[in-house]
């Protein structure tokens, strides 16, 4: 993780804070009430988010993490990201205008790459269980990582003697309308001789468009 990335720069204001002390914050904004409402429909025991979707999204005005356009090129890997491309959060890093999620069945998610222009169209397939769960709340993809990995700056390293901790839940669910939505949540610890020395929580809120041309079924 850069000294430089979303999560790098929490991280760093967590390092400094956590020399007073021990502390906690929190930054979780609700769903926008003006957006339309998620949808109920169900693909067995996963919620529906099949559909063609425009690759740009619309991050919240209340965000606790920075959801906007990242400035040159993103890394590829890091589960601290948060950004308005679609096929970005499902880690597929290539440009597109449309992406398609398909979902042949409750357990396959299929993530697809449409008019991408010069770039070949990429596929991902996903399985439930192995990629990602489901329930009442959305489709959510988990993931963590350490927060002293290769690329953190020694500086950190060094105060942070027994390391830290970047979780974060990415849930997506369709709206009425026809467009998808992502809740992202992210969890910061830094951990300093076995003292948690801080933590920080946050979530964002981003929404894509439907494609217009068509609508992809399960």
Known sequence: MSISSPA???????????????FSTSYNPEFPQQWPQRSAERVGDC???????????????LA?????????????GDASLCTPWLAQNFGVWRQARVVTLSQPDGD???VSLDDSGPAAPGT???????????????????????ALDPGAPT????????????ATRRTFV??????????MRRHVAVI???????????????????????????
């Open 47 to 61: 919620p529906l988010v099949a559909g063609r979707y425009q690759n740009l999204g619309t991050p919240s005005l």
């Open 124 to 146: 991902r397939i996903y399985r439930r269980g192995s990629d990602f769960r489901c329930d009442a709340e959305g489709l959510h993809f988990h993931k963590a990582q350490s």
């Open 108 to 110: 396959t998610l299929q």
């Open 192 to 218: 300093m001789l076995l003292v948690i020395g801080g933590n920080r929580t946050a979530t964002s809120h981003v929404r894509w468009q439907p494609e217009q041309s068509g609508v992809s079924q399960p």
């Open 8 to 22: 790098g720069r929490t991280l760093s204001v967590l390092v400094a804070l956590s020399l007073g002390g021990c």
């Open 174 to 183: 369709r709206d009425r309308e026809g467009g998808l939505t992502m809740t």
């Open 155 to 166: 500086i950190v390293g060094a105060m942070l003697l027994t390391g830290g901790r970047v």
């Open 64 to 76: 606790g993490i920075d959801c906007s356009l990242a400035e040159g090129p993103v890394p590829p």
